[in-house]
């Protein structure tokens, strides 16, 4: 039996004047997660409005599999294209507590059953001894936990074909963020939930995504394995809005089979693409590929070493961002313990090795 899959080709005009477009075919795999990724304002949750019924398109069409959700003639309510859904707002009945909120969506089961069901969610979401407290006296945080158990006690209960979440951690703190992140993977592979997920944080989609699609100003922009859009971005664009540290420009100087030879001012940059001589092109590198080695230069397999100084040290938890001025500014992405094995400090002299397989060459269209 084919896998079930959702196609998408549609139109919307903003009154602002902006456009968005996007055709796509989103296969609907069991535990399949797909994250839609991209900036404000992008057009991400357009987009997912758009796919729930919510917003009605300007032309073209939605079909899954056989049923035709939009076309010329045809457009379902939001009940009946029957998808799991959580909107940033995450609307919450303000007259009703929070278990009565989440056992809102589970009035279809026998009274014990729903009562059991609403305890393990508000145990799940850490909302123990908030069960009688109503939305408007709770944190921005504690209302998205309680929409975030009302829609996943729903979905897991009446196993939609999909389910919609647009931006379900945003309120949560660092901590709390990363514990509900890891239950919704864990609950979307047992009952084999096909998900589309909107975020503008990249660890949402290298956690849970089995699939990436960054989007930005109404298009989508590229799709794939979301590791593989990471280092090999199609564009300088794509590079910037998944927050590539280190975007380069240069001239292509040299080829030999995919490796490619950059020169950028007075230094050399060998990378993995397909080039031109003579062309402009970029080079991105994530900063956590920039190994920093002590002093000059030791022998290793690494094509690309380049002998600076330290110019700026940012703590990042237990991550340190080192800026090296080496002729061209690179940034490099280490560990406290790494801070302290080189002793590093601005103004140290250091060598920046990079691998030539860990730089991906762009073309500068």
Known sequence: MPLAELVV??????????????????????????????????GKS???????????????????????????????????????????????????????????GLRFFERRKREEAVRYWIEQFQLSGKEDCYPTVLSGGERQRIALAQALALALAKRPPFLLLDEPFSALDDVTRNLIRGRIQRWLKEHGIPTLLVSHDISDALILGNNLAVMSEGAILQKGDPFDVLRRPDSARVAKIIGVENLLSGRTVHLSGEMVTLE????????????????????????????????????????????GRVRQLVSLGARVKVTVDCGIVLDAMVTSQAVEELSLSVGQEITAVIKASCVHIIGSV
Not at 23 to 33: D, E
Not at 299 to 306: E, I, L, M, V
Request: proline content about 7%; charged content about 15%; some cysteine.
């Open 9 to 42: 080709d549609v139109q919307y005009a903003y009154p602002t004047g902006e456009a968005l477009s996007v055709a796509w075919t989103l296969p609907l795999n069991p535990s399949h997660v797909t994250v839609l990724f991209g900036p404000s304002g992008s």
């Open 46 to 104: 357009t987009f997912l409005e758009l796919l729930a019924g919510t917003m009605r398109p300007d032309s073209g069409f939605i079909r899954h599999d056989a049923t035709v959700w939009f076309d010329k003639t045809v457009f379902l309510p939001p009940q009946k294209r029957g998808v799991g859904l959580l909107f940033q707002d995450y609307p919450l009945f303000p007259h009703l507590t929070v278990a009565e909120n989440i056992a809102y």
């Open 264 to 307: 950028i001012g007075s230094l050399r940059l060998v990378g993995i693409g397909s080039a031109i001589v003579g062309e402009r092109c970029f080079a991105s590198i994530r900063a956590e590929e920039v190994i920093l080695q002590k002093g000059v230069f030791a022998q290793s397999s690494a094509r690309n070493h380049f002998l």
